[in-house]
């Protein structure tokens, strides 16, 4: 497997079908006459995130996961979205950033070691990093995102939360 | 990256973790005097799968995964639990399954065009099927039968979802 293809494209197509459920979100909103930005602080336990938060660890995920793999320093987010249009900014800015990665610069990254802020001296490999760490957590934060619109009663099904396939 | 790597052994665990998530399930139930089984109906939408189907479906993930890759025949299960201790034994079964897998199953698997039921006609390749649906999917569902868990008062954190990690 590919490690720019495992991660860089579906990454992108995740985060795509992300701003395409908070669009259903607005859209919801609208008929039933809601404020669509009381959703942004909308969680389903009182000690878990909000969607705001969900949406931004979503997106610091695939940066950093992106960022760390190649060595690259990642650009920095202030966590100050409150507002649907600015959680969807968000998305877009972390996209752009994401196309600005091809797979030249994962090379060699698999067995490479990463260093991470939180791992106190440990090290990781890259596909480890990938697989143990960025994609649960990539995945953990787009699912309850989606979860927490469903709760709300937004109109997706499981084909909003896959998106396209690369068949042939 | 390989494929073996970064299936079997991670599914494993994320199917561990998810048994103790069910654990610790019983053991808030108990803590609260009702009965652990109320919650292998629970729901977070009421057009969204219930935590024993969101069990039973991350299971099949994981098992159609690691089997079709292989092109192996799965054992079928017939989705038939309707307590938190069927459930528990349903993730057992599936993980001492993906235990007679080893990576030389997976062997050139990256390439190779899977014909899945669903596709009508079409097929995928190895890394695309595990990337674009595999995984999504199986996040998915543990993500969610997560979610319900927590919506529902189970005291359980991010670290209990990750698991542990292959630090060096």
Redesign the interface.
């Known amino acids: 497997?590919?490690?720019y293809?495992?991660t860089v494209p579906?990454f992108k197509?995740?985060l795509s079908n992300l701003d395409r459920w908070l669009q259903a979100a607005v859209a919801h909103a609208e008929t039933k006459k809601f404020d669509p930005n009381t959703l942004v602080v909308a969680r389903?336990?009182p000690d878990?995130y909000p969607l705001a938060r969900q949406v931004q660890a979503a997106c610091d995920q695939a940066k950093f996961g992106a960022a760390r793999l190649s060595g690259k320093e990642p650009p920095k987010h202030a966590d100050t979205e409150q507002t649907i249009d600015e959680l969807r900014a968000r998305i877009r800015v972390v996209i752009e950033y994401l196309d600005t990665f091809t797979p030249a610069d994962f090379t060699g990254k698999?067995e490479a070691?990463i260093a991470l802020p939180f791992?106190e001296g440990?090290?990781?490999?890259g596909?480890?990093y990938?697989?143990?760490?960025t994609?649960?957590?990539f995945?953990?934060h787009v699912?309850?995102a989606?979860?927490i619109l469903?709760?709300n009663?937004v109109n997706l099904g499981?084909r909003d939360?896959?998106g396209s396939?690369?068949?042939?």
Not at 165 to 168: A, D, K, P, S
């Open positions: 497997m590919s490690l293809e495992a579906q197509k995740m389903l336990a878990q698999d070691l791992l440990k090290r990781i490999t596909s480890n990938i697989t143990e760490m994609y649960p957590n995945y953990f699912t309850t989606y979860a469903r709760h009663g499981k939360f896959l396939m690369t068949l042939v």
